[in-house]
């Protein structure tokens, strides 16, 4: 039987292959190539995350490889998102009018570029030490910056540029923590960055600290972490639809399972609580910058943009408030709000053939016009905000318990009530957008729409069996998995 | 490392910061990155630490054919003019060198002029990101940033893994090709490579 380590290789290969044997196939198949490439990668991983929870207490801990339980849960958010944006590319590329590079190589560099980011997205959660995962993160830059001025258009290079600027000196900046970490850490070399080592750091409590804020800050630059999104909501606004499910969905949470894995490792040198106060103050800032941009007028994509704002800011707050209540809730947020962002963004490729204006405004009225279309909005902006019986509302409901519980009462009241503000907002938002005053609009041929119609049915009924097994999910084997981290 | 040296490689940065001429600039970057490729040469004990060096040479030389060839490929009628005077730039560029290297504590490479030479080639980065206009400036801040990490490598006194020491030189110098392909795209789409044209994007 293969082994869980070989298996990990497999998943990342297999995207990575897929994307030479795109450069080569003829142009007529990349689409079934594509489709079937992706559907194997996500069977492997899906297997290896099937090993991974079966045994979760007792992960695969390499110095290159990892595969705990918050590395298996991105790992599954990661290849069902991915698959889903690969299925959907197909409608994307049928609609698209421009692009960064010529219009005969048009789909196959697209292919190309988004297979070998989803193959580092894979790999990040199974990266065995901190370097790995600083290399596959800055990798996944350059891939999807590219994607995200894919369109090769004024505002989208606009966003590719910030989102390639901004990130790139985040992670320079990261990278400097690492530098500081690797130099004090007593057997250097890649052992010496592997999770487990990081606390043998030897240089003091003051550079450990230093060298955790420098690295907390950087990867705060590339997971969107307010003060430093600026390039967030342009670069999930710009970027092809497919692309920005990926983006939203799975690449800043994978992000932040670095962040909270550096943050396990180094919480013993620097104190527990100084560590979760950064992450606490993130996760606050976060939800500020969000709340005041859900309650205004915004264009579709926009939107979900600042409400994976204000969702890795919940994230940030159940990482930092670090009971089991908070991390079942965590685990459960980053479910939930995958599935449903992502189906957010899926839905933008029949709504901007359905209402052009929706690039750049807000829109109303869709559930008078595209019922269907209307309906799987509304399952996903419907979830995003909150709405009783999303498992959103029960994971915010752990994380604030979680942090009563862990005696942060000020930051999670807080957090109460910017969340509920949040959620007046993006409930204003996702009325105004169904049943809100329609134009007349093209009703003939949207492309994607069947898919996104079945996708929608699908992320609905595992949106509701999200939050039944929710109250089973705390004191799970799972979390006490999450709550020991990677050993 | 000698602290003569150190100072030769954050003059070198300082000078990008103040230059007008994008030639100057790149020019200044890539006799960086070299000065970084021959310490790196002559500090190297096993095959490993001559291998790294080595890809240091070879990605100075990479980058500095690239943007030449940017550079060459983006005439523009007219130099850009920053916002921000020399001085001031300049001026930015020493107080972020100052803040850097007082707030971080000495942190173990092999000696202290070198953590400074790092902490201020990071700094000085970050200022020309900051400070400049034009978006081949902005580039090469991020060069900046990248040849001061590659000098923390260099002045760390353990073996580290050179797996990841090509995997970063590998990375970054991916960064910047792609950054530079973006430059090029913005100077045909807007006439400039300005990132004052890149701020129509605001809620």
């Known amino acids: ?487 | 490392m000698t602290g003569a040296t150190g100072w030769l490689l954050v003059g070198l940065g300082l000078g990008v910061v103040v230059v007008r001429r994008r030639s100057i600039a790149v020019g200044l970057v890539t006799t960086q990155a070299l000065v970084l490729a021959v310490i790196a040469l002559q500090q190297a004990g096993p095959a490993s630490d001559v291998v790294a060096g080595l890809a240091l040479a070879m990605r100075a030389a990479a980058l500095g054919g690239l943007f030449f060839v940017a550079v060459v490929r983006s005439r523009e009628s007219q130099p850009l003019r920053a916002r921000v005077t020399p001085m001031v730039r300049a001026g930015v560029a020493v107080v972020f060198i100052l803040l850097l290297t007082a707030l971080v504590p000495a942190f173990g490479l092999t000696s202290r002029p070198a953590e400074r030479a790092v902490l201020a080639l990071v700094a000085t980065g970050l200022a020309c990101a900051a400070t400049r206009r034009s978006t081949l400036f902005q580039v090469l801040g991020i060069v900046l940033v990248e040849n001061g990490l590659a000098l923390a490598a260099i002045g760390s006194p353990h073996a580290s893994s050179l797996i990841i020491e090509l995997g970063v030189t590998l990375d970054l110098t991916l960064i910047v090709c792609v950054a530079a392909l973006f430059h090029l795209r913005i100077f045909s789409e807007f006439g400039a490579g300005d990132s004052a044209a890149l701020r129509s994007l605001r809620d």
């Open chain 1, 1 to 487: 039987m293969i082994s869980s380590q070989a298996l990990a290789v497999v998943v990342v290969a297999v995207p990575l292959v897929t994307a030479g044997l795109v450069v080569l196939a003829p142009s007529k198949h990349l689409t079934v190539l594509a489709r079937t490439c992706a559907v194997a990668t996500s069977v492997f991983a899906v297997v290896l995350v099937g090993l991974a929870v079966k045994d979760a207490g007792h992960p695969l801990v390499g110095h290159w490889i990892v595969v705990d339980a918050a590395g298996a849960l991105l790992l599954a958010v990661t290849a069902v998102v991915g698959l889903a944006s690969v299925w959907m590319s197909a409608s994307f590329l049928q609609g698209a009018r421009s692009s960064f590079v010529v219009e005969g190589h048009r789909d196959r560099v697209y292919y190309v570029v988004l297979f070998l980011f989803w193959a580092m997205l894979l790999a990040v959660p199974l990266a065995g030490n901190l370097g790995a995962a600083w290399l596959l993160v800055e990798a996944t830059t350059a891939a999807s910056a590219l994607l995200v001025g894919f369109s090769g258009k004024a505002h989208a290079l606009e966003a590719g540029w910030k989102y390639l600027i901004l990130t790139s000196l985040g992670l320079g900046i990261a990278l400097l923590g690492i530098a500081i970490l690797a130099a004090g850490v007593p057997s250097g070399g890649v052992s010496g960055l592997a999770w487990g080592r990081l606390a043998t750091f030897g240089s003091g409590r003051s550079t450990a600290l230093t060298a955790y804020l420098l690295i907390l800050i950087g990867l705060a630059a590339k997971i969107g972490w307010a003060p430093v999104h600026n390039w967030l909501p342009d670069a999930h606004s710009q970027a092809p639809p497919p692309v920005s499910a990926l983006l939203s969905a799975a690449l800043l949470p994978t992000v932040l399972l670095v962040a909270w894995r550096t943050d396990r490792a180094l919480a013993p040198l620097i104190g527990v609580s100084a560590a979760q106060r950064v992450l606490i103050g993130f996760g606050l800032a976060s939800l500020a910058v969000a709340v005041p941009f859900l309650w205004r007028p915004m264009a579709f994509k926009r939107l979900l943009a600042y409400s994976s704002l204000e969702h890795l800011g919940v994230m940030a707050l159940g990482v930092g408030f670090g009971t089991p209540l908070a991390l079942a809730g965590v685990a459960l947020h980053i479910v939930g709000h995958a599935i449903a962002k992502a189906l957010g963004f899926y839905a933008a490729t029949p709504l901007l053939a359905h209402e052009p204006r929706a690039a750049r405004h807000a829109v109303s009225g869709i559930g008078r016009t595209a019922p269907v279309l209307g309906a799987t909005m509304g399952v996903s902006l419907g979830a995003l905000s909150g709405l009783p019986p999303s498992p959103l509302f029960v994971s915010e409901l752990l994380i604030l318990a979680g942090g009563f519980e862990s005696g942060r009462s000020w930051p999670a009241a807080i957090a109460a009530v910017l969340l509920a503000l949040g959620f007046l907002g993006l409930a204003h938002a996702t009325i105004e957008t169904l049943v809100g005053k329609a134009h007349r609009r093209n009703v003939t041929l949207l492309p994607g729409l069947r898919l996104v119609t079945t996708l929608g049915g699908v992320s609905l009924v595992v949106l509701l069996g999200l939050t039944a097994v929710a109250p089973w999910l705390s004191g799970s084997s799972f979390v006490d998995a999450l709550v020991r981290g990677v050993p």
